[in-house]
């Protein structure tokens, strides 16, 4: 594909886009609007996240892809093969080794380091948008740090439910200033929306950018009574046993027996190499057979 | 024992092969070439070049073949190629009004300079299907006048001469590109109708059929509606004055709305406006209608609260590829939100159920 600039978009819009990255950056958590372009892959698929890695890669990249967790998705394997094909990047499915990873629902479970980026696949970028569909209101809003509505909504929920009935996309208020949608992420990965690396956040049908430094306060909104938990299943993975990932659940027959399997499968792979076994695992050098 | 499954890239690959073979169909029956596209199936490629916002009866019927005709996914095609297109320039303004007319109607008067031309329209035929269309090789030829040398000038341009309809004025400003700026709100005139133009067919005839059913009700009778082809000249800097570089057919058309006059505007005729590429006449008078819709405030209108009067939500809901990759997109693996989901509903119900025996015990 040498019809195509390096990592497709020319560099007129790579600019305009770094420009909104580095405003995202200076001020964490508020949302940039940046001139979105139409990509070939559609919207709701990861545009944005594609727009900001496009930005930002260089050639000595090692980009990696995942979605839900895998790098094994369908939408994880386009898109890795769109920057294989367009930028001509190595890419890698160990989180350790990538500068680069795109990301959809998920943050990895291997804390990532400083030098690293991590780049998000937003759907609906304003956090206010269910409780006010404008956006000329929801700007207001941020700008007037106006977020009573918010509280008020998670509060009603306790009220109605006993517990903030958000499980993923979970609110958080960023450096004591915006608050910010994390993306479709379970909240269970919240905790680590602290983080050495730099992360990226991208919505390109809704045409925003936000971003978060290294190092930002990311703290997930709630109740001094009704304290924020990052909750997942009640199980250790079945294939390398692990007691602290996230899990996917998976049914494995029509009788009701279920397999939870790490949901980051790189982490889940390494540990298995590692020698590490879940109560459902074949020995490691099996599966890769 | 489960394994992890792989292979996404191998299924995606063989997808690709068996959708090229369907698109093909049946290989005993004759291939569509691009040609037979862009001239027998002429409306869908205009509504794929309007909609696309690139002008190329080529690529539309390309995409139209490629999408296996499916519009809206043809529409995507020429949009994700039309931004890899560099912008050389601007052309000046079309002159609508030395349009060589296919087609040019008023409902206003019953005649008027230039005088009404009927055009190839579906208006009068009797929607009986042909079936003699089913056998091949027939071919038609209409009849044929010499071309009119009368000028055909606008229906609007007449009324106004007299102070009857409200006037447009020309503030000079460069229009904004909602291709290369990100849409702000308000957005604007010159926005809307972008947006309008190349929003969806459906969508837009929606809105407009909505304000006719008394959803912000604007009394519109079509002014004029014209088809033909007019001359887009560029300047060329290193020349110093424009230069013809080819022409594009366009439907326009004005609507004249009655209006009793508001708090600011004295009683006179309204106007709404719809310019679109090529044959699309039903796109540009509901266009025209949500145009007039929209200018509510200008106009010191009421706001009744009807949903084409509504900017921000016309606007960022009329655009056929940002809706459909959106809903689609929920065809994509959400497992992990919904494993989150799972476990939130499943705590509910266990403190449910609790509640419920507490209850009971008591």
Known sequence: MTDYNFAYLDEQTKRMIRRAILKGLAVPGYQVPFASREMPMPYGWGTGGVQVSAAILVPEDRFKVIDQGSDDTTNAVSIRKFFEATAGVATTTHTTEATVIQTRHRIPETALTEGQILVYQVPIPEPLRFLEPREAETRKMHALEEYGLMHVKLYEDIARHGHIATAYAYPVLVQGRYVMDPSPIPKFDNPRLESAAIQLFGAGREQRIYALPPHTRVVSLDFEDHPFEASKADHACGLCGAGDTYLDEVITDDRGSRLFACSDTDYCEARRAAGHAGAMAAPYAETQA | ?362
């Open chain 2, 1 to 362: 024992m489960y394994v992890a499954v792989k292979g996404g890239e191998r299924a995606i690959e063989n997808a690709h092969e068996w959708l090229a073979e369907e698109r093909r169909g049946d290989t005993g029956i004759a291939e569509l070439s691009v040609a037979q596209i862009r001239e027998q199936l002429s409306l869908a490629v205009n509504r794929v070049m309007a909609e696309g916002s690139l002008y190329d009866a080529d690529l539309a019927a390309l995409a139209i073949k490629q999408a296996r005709g499916d519009l809206i996914e043809a529409i995507f095609l020429i949009r994700a190629y039309r931004t890899t297109l560099p912008r050389i320039g601007h052309s000046v303004p079309v002159d609508t009004g030395a349009m060589a007319c296919d087609r040019r109607i008023s409902a206003t008067f019953k005649d008027l300079p230039g005088g009404q031309v009927l055009g190839p329209t579906f208006d009068y035929t009797h929607r009986l299907l042909d079936f003699r269309l089913a056998a091949e090789g027939l071919a038609s030829a209409a009849p044929c006048a010499p071309a009119a040398e009368a000028p055909m000038p606008r229906v609007t341009g007449m009324l106004g001469r007299d102070g009857l309809i409200q006037e447009e004025h020309d503030d000079g400003a460069a229009p904004r590109d909602m291709t290369r700026a990100p849409m702000e709100y308000p957005a604007g005139r010159d926005l809307r109708l972008q947006a309008l133009t190349r929003g969806d067919e459906g969508f837009v005839l929606g809105m407009a059929y909505s304000t006719q059913r008394g959803y912000g009700r604007n009394h519109p009778f079509v002014g004029e509606l014209r088809i033909g082809a007019v001359p887009v000249e560029m300047e060329i800097p290193e020349l110093g004055f424009a230069i013809e570089i080819g022409e594009v057919v366009l439907t326009e058309c004005e609507t004249v709305n009655q209006f009793a006059g508001s708090k600011t505007e004295p009683p006179q005729f309204t106007r709404g406006y719809g310019l679109v590429f090529g044959q699309t006449e039903r796109k540009a008078i509901s266009m025209a209608l949500v145009d007039r819709a929209l200018r509510w405030e200008e106009l010191g209108e009421d706001n009744v609260g009807a949903p084409a009067q509504d900017e921000e939500f016309v606007l960022s809901h009329s655009d056929n590829i940002q809706a459909t990759g959106f809903l689609e997109h929920i065809k994509l693996p959400h497992y992990v939100d919904f494993q989150s989901e799972l476990e939130l509903v499943r705590k509910l119900r266990r403190e449910a159920g609790a509640e419920q025996m507490r209850e009971a015990a008591e």
